[in-house]
C-alpha cells in the first residue's frame, strides 16, 4: 500500500469519527441534516426554483 492510500485511509477514519462525535453530542441533528440537503438540492437544480419549482424536503 502506498503512502497516499494509507494517508487518504486515515484521513477517511478521522472524519468518520468526527461526524460520530458531533452526532452523539447532537453538533449534528435530524433537522440540520434536512436543512443541508435542501440546500445542497437548491444549489445543483436552482433552475427548478426559477420555474416555480419546490425543492423542500419532506
Known amino acids: 500500500m502506498s ?4 494517508g487518504s485511509f486515515l484521513f477517511l477514519i478521522y472524519i468518520l ?3 460520530y462525535v458531533a452526532w452523539i453530542y ?3 441533528t435530524p433537522a440540520l ?4 440537503a ?3 438540492l ?4 436552482w433552475f427548478v426554483i ?3 419549482g419546490d ?3 419532506g
Not at 3 to 6: F, K, M, S, V
Not at 33 to 36: A, G, M, S, T, Y
Not at 42 to 45: D, K, P, V
Request: net charge positive.
Open 50 to 52: 426559477l420555474l416555480g
Open 33 to 36: 441534516l434536512k436543512n443541508v
Open 26 to 28: 447532537d453538533y449534528i
Open 17 to 19: 469519527v468526527g461526524l
Open 38 to 40: 435542501e440546500a445542497l
Open 42 to 45: 437548491a444549489t445543483f437544480l
Open 3 to 6: 503512502r497516499y492510500r494509507i
Open 55 to 57: 425543492l423542500h424536503v
